[in-house]
């Protein structure tokens, strides 16, 4: 209890200023102060009195006053506990500072005010906390640790508009390790999954809901975690074997994990199964209908891309997309010619649209671009491309390049040749370009060629 009280002392003093003197807490912070926290002032016209609540880095003013307000509808809530309040009076000076000194010290006054705070807007503002954040504040006690396992607590979490995706990624010099990338915070991190396999090497396929799939380097077996809170699960055996490379897609069943996840592995023959985790059996064993041609000769660079419930596989003769409809379980195919001069494609998403990213290569230049999709025409048309101060970089150089763009607007590409290494995120919305750091693994040096990754929605609260 004397470590919550600590935590949230800030905001009780708030309240404390409110209901014993009556008059206007103090006035927000200025931008040039060093504290990470900054004050939501809020407006009651009942009672014309404002009073502030602090509020995180990340977290808007508005989505706070947001929660708030529709806790004050409860009966006992917060607002409640302002109507004895009377208009300010004024004051002098010093009095304030006795009144001050005085209701810091009543430790009572604290624990009264802590009770009566409402349990559903206690984890509704929790749960607007930065991922990094909330895994500290989870440090603080027992209680707070628990809410990981709240189910009330992982609907706030899933309500909320998704955040842009971090990246699960596995370099070429530590394959037995994965590193995670959070773009907000422009770090790396370097997460543990205890219970995956050490011995062999093991690669993140796909994504959905915060779980990553994981497929081990012989193709046998399928696993799925979060690397966040270390939530794992084999999956069964598949009911035959394919020792050659197979494509990986993931989709949820409803809005969250808790209404079930799908995995689906299609191979070059165009033998494919489904993993339904609901029954955690592999179904819907078939073969790709005879309309499609076959062998499936399926762009292993380029990861699958999931709009809703529908799978999107890059092909590369014909050049085109294969689809697969996780609902009705069919199969489409579209022949859409691809942009001349093109290496190293592959499929993002952004929105619902399907993007294509790849290295355009005339003469000895060389560029990223970008682009979308035409529903209309089924055609590729340009939107951006890489600035031209950063593609003279690249002039006279054999590049290559692996591009994470499966999740949400934002794509990470990793560049190399044998005179460089770079990391870049591309921002289809913002169509912003940005150098990524270097990514410290445990050994201490840095390493930035990405043999593999995908891209995932951080969730803290998502089960296997």
């Not at 927000?28 to 900054?38: A, G, I, N, R």
């Not at 699960?168 to 543990?192: A, F």
């Not at 993007?355 to 999709?373: D, P, Q, R, S, Y």
Request: overall charge positive.
């Amino acid at each position: 209890m004397e470590e919550e009280l600590a935590m949230l002392k800030q905001f009780i003093g708030q309240l404390q200023e409110l209901l014993h003197n009556g008059s206007h807490p103090p006035s927000p912070p200025s931008s040039s102060s060093s504290s990470s926290s900054s004050f939501i002032v809020l407006h009651n016209p009942q009672y014309q009195n404002r009073w502030c609540l602090p509020f995180t880095e990340e977290t808007s003013a508005d989505d706070s006053c947001d929660i708030v307000m529709a806790a004050g509808k409860r009966p006992g809530g917060i607002f409640n506990m302002l109507d004895t309040v009377k208009q300010p009076v004024k004051r002098s000076r010093k009095d304030k500072s006795q009144g001050k000194s005085s209701t810091e010290g009543d430790g009572n006054m604290d624990q009264e005010i802590w009770k009566e705070f409402p349990h559903d807007l206690f984890e509704a503002l929790v749960s607007r906390l930065p991922i990094p954040k909330f895994f500290q504040f989870r440090a603080v006690c027992r209680k707070w640790n628990s809410l990981i396992d709240s189910d009330s607590f992982s609907r706030y979490c899933t309500e909320l508009p998704q955040t842009i995706p971090w990246f699960y990624t596995i370099t070429h010099e530590n394959v037995n390790s994965g590193q995670v990338y959070d773009p907000s915070s422009k770090k790396w991190h370097n997460p543990v999954i205890p219970a995956l396999p050490k011995k062999s090497i093991v690669l993140p396929m796909a994504s959905a809901g915060g779980l990553v799939c994981f497929l081990d380097i012989g193709h046998r077996n399928f696993y799925v975690s979060n690397p966040l809170n270390k939530s794992f699960r084999e999956l069964p055996a598949r009911s035959f074997k394919v020792w050659s490379r197979v494509a990986v897609g993931m989709t949820l069943n409803g809005n969250s994990t808790s209404d079930g996840y799908k995995v689906l592995w299609v191979g070059c023959e165009g033998e494919y199964e489904v993993y339904d985790s609901l029954s955690n059996v592999w179904t819907k064993r078939g073969t790709i209908p005879s309309n499609i041609k076959l062998p499936v000769l399926l762009n292993f660079k380029s990861q699958p891309v999931a709009i809703q419930s529908t799978l999107y596989f890059m092909l590369t003769d014909p050049e085109g997309i294969l689809s697969y409809d996780m609902v009705s379980g069919k199969w489409k195919q579209y022949i859409i010619p691809g942009p001349p001069d093109l290496s190293d494609h592959t499929l993002a998403e952004c929105g619902e649209r399907l993007m294509l990213v790849g290295l355009l290569t005339k003469n000895a230049a060389t560029c990223v671009c970008i682009w979308e999709l035409q529903k209309m025409t089924l055609l590729w048309k340009e939107v951006d491309r890489m600035p031209n101060i950063w593609c003279l970089d690249f002039y006279g150089k054999h590049i290559r390049m692996n591009c994470l763009g499966n999740k949400g607007c934002l794509m990470m590409l990793s560049l190399r040749s044998r005179q460089m290494n770079r990391l870049i995120t591309y921002n289809a919305v913002t169509r912003e370009w940005v150098k990524v750091p270097g990514c410290n693994v445990p050994r201490g040096r840095k390493r930035l060629w990405i043999a593999c990754g995908t891209a995932f929605h951080p969730s803290p609260t998502a089960r296997a």
